[in-house]
């Protein structure tokens, strides 16, 4: 298996043609691709923060490729 490394964020209107995102068949899987937004992270007038956790194994796990 090879990890899928593609990172996807919040509101992208592009979702629905990607194929990366739509070859995951389960719909809670593909929104784990998706990064969330962190103020923390952010930096005022240069930059927005995300958060994209990679989890290897679990419940949770980021969706790998077959």
Same mark, same amino acid.
């Given at each position: 298996?090879?990890?899928?490394?593609?990172? &996807?964020?919040?509101?992208?209107?592009?979702?629905?043609?990607?194929?990366?995102?739509?070859?995951?068949?389960?719909?809670?899987?593909?929104?784990?691709?998706?990064?969330? &937004?962190? =103020?923390?992270?952010?930096? =005022?007038? &240069?930059?927005?923060? &995300?958060?994209?956790?990679?989890?290897?194994?679990?419940? =949770?796990?980021?969706?790998?490729?077959?």
């Amino acid at each position: 298996m090879r990890l899928i490394t593609q990172m &996807y964020f919040p509101g992208d209107p592009l979702l629905a043609t990607d194929p990366v995102y739509n070859s995951v068949p389960d719909e809670a899987a593909r929104r784990r691709l998706i990064s969330d &937004y962190d =103020a923390g992270l952010s930096e =005022a007038e &240069y930059a927005l923060g &995300y958060r994209f956790d990679i989890v290897l194994r679990g419940r =949770a796990a980021t969706p790998m490729e077959r």
